[in-house]
């Protein structure tokens, strides 16, 4: 069983890169499921089929579904929030916001993925590909299990004359009936889902990039709370690049990492439009390229060009599959490892990078709000910070044996920038 979760910024193309995944999965003999999980659907629109709340077969091997939020919150979580609204308008609120204020927030987020639970438990496909919701919604789950805990806590710990009353009245009425435990039984089911997409053998992240500043801005925070949070990032996908610029990946002969000839050595425009606009957004493109190749290193770096038609339906989604892979499978997993994580020393947090294949030369570290700026010979890469570092300034690194180490004391003690080692 693999699954394979494609996130990435709204607009960048990641529903048709994990249909364009599905379809050669599928080619390859696996029976695989697309399922759409962000609640402006356009899946249907990319493999250009009419999709329903159930998975339906549109080719051999392929199976696609776009789940219905609507459905799926009524189905989980229906009966309990007819009973809490019903309590909230008890204390006098308006009926349409005791209404909204009994779902709890990321509820559309957590149905939707305890669909995708359920279908990884029935054994049913080999493969399951899902089309997030964009990148800020889809990193709202690593916070699901603890917050759906809180409310819990709270719904159950309510001292209420009237909860009490009515949770009595209705256990005597209808024994077989605990209005908790539809959320108690949410709350497994999320923990359960948590341990399935953490596991690095099954699941698989790949954020989906265009060339453009933002767009990478905010893949790299994807990438750093994933790997964080211990989510297996296995790859990056970068869509719509430009014709006329060229990629030199990798040699593979002088590394021994695994994919590392998807990793980008350098880029360059070698077929400049002569139109001065498309020339300008190539040389953007190109110099987007190079940081990516640096500020998602080790990821293995996947490529699509910019199609002259759109990318509809099974064929050209093929064709894509083919752009995007090669001779490879889309179900095998990219890299295994961490991209970085963070170790408690003391009261200092250390940051771990691995850079095996950076030459041993002086570490400058400047750190800007949540960014992190390193140089260390002519290496330069951008990190973007987790939370937990952005109050807190870098006060030196060492660099051992292919791995970066920069330690963050608390503030007090925090230089500005840190002195070369």
């Known amino acids: 069983m693999r699954i394979i979760l494609y996130l990435g910024k709204g607009g960048v193309g990641k529903t048709t890169v994990a249909a364009a995944s599905a379809v050669r999965s599928a080619e390859l003999g696996y029976k695989t499921l697309v399922v759409s999980t962000d609640i402006a659907h356009s899946l249907a629109d990319s493999l250009d089929v009419t999709l329903t709340n159930e998975p339906i077969e549109i080719a051999p091997n392929l199976y696609a579904q776009e789940i219905n939020v609507l459905d799926e919150v009524r189905d989980n979580w229906g009966q309990l929030q007819a009973y809490v609204g019903n309590l909230l308008q008890g204390q006098g609120m ?172 350098s880029v360059a425009v070698t077929d400049a439009s002569p139109d001065k606009y498309l020339k300008k957004m190539q040389e953007n493109q190109a110099r987007y390229l190079n940081e990516i190749g640096d500020d998602f290193y080790p990821l293995p770096i996947l490529t699509a060009a910019w199609s002259d038609s759109e990318v509809v339906g099974l064929h050209r989604l093929q064709t894509l599959a083919d752009t995007l892979f090669g001779d490879r499978d889309p179900g095998q997993i990219f890299f295994v490892g961490k991209t970085q994580e963070i170790i408690e020393e003391g009261e200092d947090l250390v940051l771990i990078l691995p850079l095996p294949y950076v030459e041993l030369d002086k570490v400058k570290l400047t750190k800007r709000a949540d960014e992190l700026f390193i140089s260390i010979g002519n290496f330069k890469r951008e990190l973007l910070l987790p939370a937990a570092l952005t109050h807190r300034e870098a006060s030196g690194a060492d660099f051992v044996d292919g791995v970066l180490q920069i330690r963050f004391p608390p503030a007090s003690v925090s230089t500005k920038e840190a002195e070369p080692v």
């Open 94 to 265: 308006n009926k349409a916001i005791a209404e909204e204020m009994a779902i709890i927030p990321g509820m559309e987020e957590i149905v939707s993925l305890l669909q995708i639970n359920k279908q990884a438990k029935a054994g049913i496909y080999d493969r399951i590909i899902i089309d997030a919701a964009p990148t800020g919604e889809t990193m709202r789950l690593l916070t699901m299990p603890e917050s759906f805990n809180w409310y819990v806590q709270r719904f159950t710990g309510w001292g209420d004359a009237t909860t009490k009353l009515a949770t009595g009245l209705i256990k005597r009425v209808m024994p077989e009936t605990d209005p908790r435990a539809g959320l108690a039984n949410l709350v497994e089911g999320v923990k359960e889902l948590q341990i399935l997409l953490a596991n690095p053998s099954i699941t698989s992240y790949r954020v989906v990039l265009n060339p453009e500043k933002m767009v990478i801005k905010e893949g790299a925070r994807a990438v750093t709370y994933l790997s964080l949070f211990g989510y297996p990032v296995d790859a990056t996908v970068v869509n719509r690049i430009l014709p006329g610029i060229n990629i030199n990946r990798v040699d593979s002969s002088k590394r021994a990492d695994q994919n590392d000839e998807l990793g980008i050595e």
